[in-house]
């Protein structure tokens, strides 16, 4: 579509945005949000007929981008079929979309809890851990963002969890693996590896095996800043659950369906969880829609008892229907492959020669279409280009690289020091190497502050 200039509704959106809307996140007097007339494959634009390249997919969860007509067509035909059902009951929908989930997910995890989002999905595989082993404790990693509910932003490892830290909420924290910005003074992929596993496992001996239930993972970590764990390390983990009898949850909401270039990210690293959740790309966020996948061991232990939870939405027609359209596009369009490929073959050559050239680049980090780049004042210390957690002007560095980044037309996703280049799976070639373009131009702009 050609976007068509209309500034005077767009004036009225935003009015009535900022009369009414209260927006997540957000100090609600400092913020601008921007009026968004209309969407389609990788772009969006606004009422002034910008148009923006996005590299953020929404919030990581476009992975077939805006408006994919053969997704749109089903849920117009599940509304006019059926708009809406209670969970109780077997839909049609509701069953293809756990058949294509479930032949998607790695070992037995063949039985899937829909719920409406990854915060849910995160509560209720925690209450399912829980219940199964009896046992009160969770443990998580610092640099991890599982949600925005209770427990799941208890779990949470970034500060976004520090206002609603009720410190009562069962949860222990831990460094997962980050060589670049290393806890264990490892020197190696190799030492960073064993070192987190060793103080994993001191962690759980000093807790108390027996006190806890489930050890919660993402994957790919995502918004803390992208970072593949190091060969082995899931794997360990893995062991030391078995050990200990801890139920392992990958969190698989921003790293699945595609995002890291498999299916799911734990297919990169050979390891099959006890609980696995997922929401974002399993329908490319058209409709909101999340879940668990369920190991046999753990469904098991509900089967003659009832599970005491459940979502008046859970497995809602309307977002079934529109997963069921996106795994198929998926597998039809190639689209996960798509990922795989232009991820090795331009995003990641691309990132690492812009490295090259710029000296606010610290690392450059990723797979598939989940790539980071981390902005530094200095290389040779690795000082972040703004504080950890900074805001006002302690982010102007930050705030100036994304506005130089908006001007080149190019959406950004921006978190503390980092920007994420994470655009749809099917963004084509041409569009990456125009967005990439736009990056190098901001990053002239972080460069500015370089000490």
Not at 164 to 178: C, E, I, K, L, N
Not at 303 to 324: D, F, I, K, M, N
Not at 422 to 446: C, F, Y
Request: hydrophobic share 45%; glycine share 8%; charged share 20%.
């Amino acid at each position: 579509m050609t976007p068509q200039p209309n500034p005077e509704t767009g004036a009225a959106v935003k009015a009535a945005d900022r009369a009414h809307v209260f927006h997540s996140w957000s100090a609600q007097e400092l913020i601008d949000p921007l009026a968004v007339a209309g969407a389609e494959g990788s772009y969006f634009w606004d009422y002034d007929g910008r148009r923006y390249l996005d590299f953020t997919s929404g919030l990581v969860y476009t992975n077939i981008g805006y408006q994919h007509p053969k997704v749109v067509a089903a849920i117009q035909e599940q509304a006019a079929r059926m708009t809406t059902f209670a969970p109780a009951f077997a839909i049609e929908a509701r069953s293809e979309a756990a058949r294509l989930i479930a032949e998607r997910t790695p070992g037995d995890l063949d039985k899937i809890f829909f719920t409406n989002g990854g915060a849910d999905a995160v509560e209720h595989a925690l209450r399912m851990a829980r219940l199964h082993t009896g046992r009160p404790k969770v443990l998580s990693a610092y640099r991890s963002y599982h949600g925005g509910t209770q427990q799941a932003v208890n779990v949470t490892g970034d500060p976004r969890r520090w206002p609603s830290d009720s410190g009562t909420a069962g949860v222990v924290h831990f460094w997962a693996p980050f060589l670049y910005r290393s806890r264990f003074y490892a020197e190696t992929e190799e030492q960073e590896c064993a070192r987190a596993l060793e103080h994993l496992e001191t962690t759980i001996a000093f807790e108390g095996p027996s006190t806890i239930a489930a050890i919660i993972l993402e994957t790919v970590p995502g918004t803390a800043g992208i970072m593949p764990p190091p060969p082995g390390y899931l794997a360990g983990v893995r062991e030391l659950c078995d050990k200990y009898g801890i139920v392992m949850v990958l969190d698989e909401v921003m790293a699945g369906f595609g995002r890291t270039g498999t299916w799911f990210a734990a297919d990169l690293y050979d390891v099959v969880p006890d609980l696995m959740t997922f929401a974002k790309g399993v329908n490319s966020g058209y409709v909101p829609l999340g879940g668990v996948a369920i190991s046999a061991e753990i469904a098991a232990t509900f089967a003659t008892r009832p599970y005491p939870g459940g979502l008046t939405y859970s497995g809602h027609p309307l977002a079934c229907a529109a997963a069921v359209a996106t795994i198929n596009v998926m597998e039809e369009e190639g689209v996960v492959e798509n990922a795989a490929s232009l991820g090795a073959s331009v995003v990641g050559p691309a990132l690492r020669e812009l490295a090259e050239r710029h000296p606010s680049v610290g690392e450059v980090r990723g797979t598939g279409m989940f790539w980071a780049v981390e902005l530094v004042r200095d290389r040779e210390t690795r000082e972040p280009l703004v504080p950890y957690n900074a805001s006002g002007e302690a982010n102007a560095p930050m705030a100036a690289f994304a506005a130089a980044a908006k001007k080149a037309g190019l959406w950004p996703f921006v978190n503390m020091n980092r920007t994420h280049v994470v655009p749809p799976l099917n963004t084509s070639e041409a569009e990456l190497k125009e967005g990439l373009a736009a990056l190098d131009t901001a990053l002239a702009v972080a460069d500015e502050h370089v000490r």
